[in-house]
Antibody, heavy 119, light 107 residues
Framework: EAQLVESGGGLVQPGGSLRLSCAAS????????MSWVRQAPGKGLEGVAN????????YYVDSVKGRFSISRDNSKNSLDLQMDSLRAEDTAVYHC????????????WGQGTRVTVSS | DIQMTQSPSSVSASVGDRVTITCRAS??????LTWYQQKPGKVPKVLIS???SLQSGVPSRFSGGGHGTDFILTISSLQPEDFATYYC?????????FGGGTKVEIK
């Protein structure tokens, strides 16, 4: 069974940095497109970043371009999200999600790691 | 980026009611649309993919339709376990984007 476990969240001051990690198991990670999706408190879902199977293609929502960087290590079955120049509006639970490119759906989802940007 | 607009943002309904949620894309996405259900404290669950294909295990009271820019999710007879928030998501182009969500509440 596919499983995704995020780590690295926490409290950070505005302008600070944080690196999230996701450990994947139970599926062929190196063959899978991956995504980070976030959900601010009481708000909806927002796709943050996507990365293709070998890491050569990366896509970001406009609000994080130039500040966030998605990467992966297929030898370790891990996905990362480097977040720099953090803002209060980046406060959210960040989910690592497996993306099925042939069907278009996101599943499964990790339980998420909470990021709070506050002074 | 493709913008996804859902309506209504919330709906109050009773058990047994028919509920319809719409999702509009800012450009044509063919049938690259997925519907999710999210309950409080839980991660989203896939209901429908490719605009109208019901996921295994999802009750047949859920149905989806549409093509291009306009899509619809219908719950034919609302059940107590269906009170949740529903999201649409496009997979036509990157980055993947979601609608703002529709909260289905008890009337």
């Amino acid at each position: 069974e596919a499983q995704l476990v995020e780590s690295g969240g926490g409290l950070v001051q505005p302008g600070g940095s944080l690196r999230l990690s996701c450990a994947a198991s139970g599926f062929s990670f190196s063959s899978t497109f991956m995504s980070w999706v976030r959900q601010a408190p009481g708000k909806g879902l927002e796709g943050v970043a996507n990365i293709n199977q070998d890491g050569s293609e990366k896509y970001y929502v406009d609000s994080v371009k130039g500040r966030f960087s998605i990467s992966r290590d297929n030898s370790k079955n891990s996905l990362d999200l480097q977040m720099d120049s953090l803002r209060a509006e980046d406060t959210a639970v960040y989910h690592c999600v497996k993306y099925n490119a042939s069907t278009g759906w996101l599943d499964p989802w990790g339980q998420g790691t909470r990021v709070t940007v506050s002074s | 980026d493709i913008q996804m607009t859902q309506s209504p943002s919330s709906v109050s309904a009773s058990v047994g009611d028919r509920v319809t949620i719409t999702c509009r894309a800012s450009q044509s996405i063919s049938r690259w649309l997925t519907w999710y259900q999210q309950k409080p404290g839980k991660v989203p669950k896939v209901l429908i993919s490719a605009a109208s294909s019901l996921q295994s295990g999802v009750p047949s009271r859920f149905s989806g339709g549409g093509h291009g820019t306009d899509f619809i999710l219908t719950i034919s007879s609302l059940q107590p376990e269906d009170f949740a928030t529903y999201y649409c998501q496009q997979a036509f182009s990157y980055p993947l984007t979601f609608g703002g969500g529709t909260k289905v509440e008890i009337k």
